[in-house]
């Protein structure tokens, strides 16, 4: 079936290192892919997306690319800071035939910066 | 911005008793979602509901029901809670053209 996979954490970096975090999928049809970021106590928040191939999803300094060769949407940021710490999803949304598109979502990759 | 409010942060119940969570949006969206979240599992989706007392069950269904009388509001009900539904419970909605989610803060609910 279709699914996310994400790589596992958790990633510790020092501030203003440089971060990736991947991301692959397995899917029938043509998602739109996000990345959602969860903070400490809170509700996931979204990120960034991309809806087609080739697609480029920014926000925050972090950037993924939507690579259909590759089934892959790779999160990347190039100067982490400590208030980045947080879980990151990966999802992808596709319509099953019925009213709605159903997200689904990678397991989340918890990120700690340390100053 | 779009507002998805969850009534409550913290809950605790008891076995057996009846639990409803509730989840209201602000921006008209016909579709809303209940997920749990648990470590090491992610987000698995409970129910989802596309238009007003239309519903259907997501991957993990059992052992709960939901209501969705008036747009804008999605409850969640455990109809006997049980230990192993001590989870956070998030709620979500989204509209077309792109259908990305917001989310509610979540309701960490914990049964005794």
């Known amino acids: ?115 | 911005d779009v507002k998805v409010t969850q009534s409550s942060r913290y809950l605790v119940k008891r076995t057996g008793e009846k639990v409803f969570l509730e989840c209201v949006q602000d921006m008209d969206h016909e579709n809303m979602f209940w997920y749990r979240q648990d470590p090491g599992l992610g987000l698995r989706l409970i129910y989802f509901s596309y238009d007003v007392k239309m519903k259907e069950k997501g991957d993990i269904p059992e052992g709960y029901s939901v209501s969705r009388e008036k747009k804008e509001r999605f409850s969640l009900i455990l109809e006997s809670a049980s230990t192993n539904q001590t989870s956070m419970y998030l709620c979500a909605s989204s509209a077309p053209p792109e259908y990305g989610y917001t989310f509610g803060s979540g309701t960490r609910l914990t049964v005794v």
């Not at chain 1, 991947?22 to 996931?44: K, R």
């Open chain 1, 1 to 115: 079936g279709d699914s996310v996979t994400q790589m596992e954490g958790p990633v510790t970096l020092s501030e203003e290192a440089f971060l990736t975090i991947n991301c692959t999928y397995t899917a029938t049809g043509y998602p739109s892919l996000f990345w959602y970021v969860q903070y400490p106590g809170e509700g996931l928040q979204l990120l960034l997306k991309a809806t087609k191939a080739d697609d480029k999803g920014s926000n925050k300094g972090f950037e993924a690319t939507y690579r259909k060769e590759t089934t892959s949407f790779h999160l990347e940021k190039g100067s982490v800071q400590v208030s980045d710490s947080a879980v990151y999803f990966c999802a992808l949304s596709l319509n099953y035939g019925g009213a709605t598109n159903k997200l689904i979502f990678g397991t989340g990759t918890l990120l700690a910066v340390q100053p």
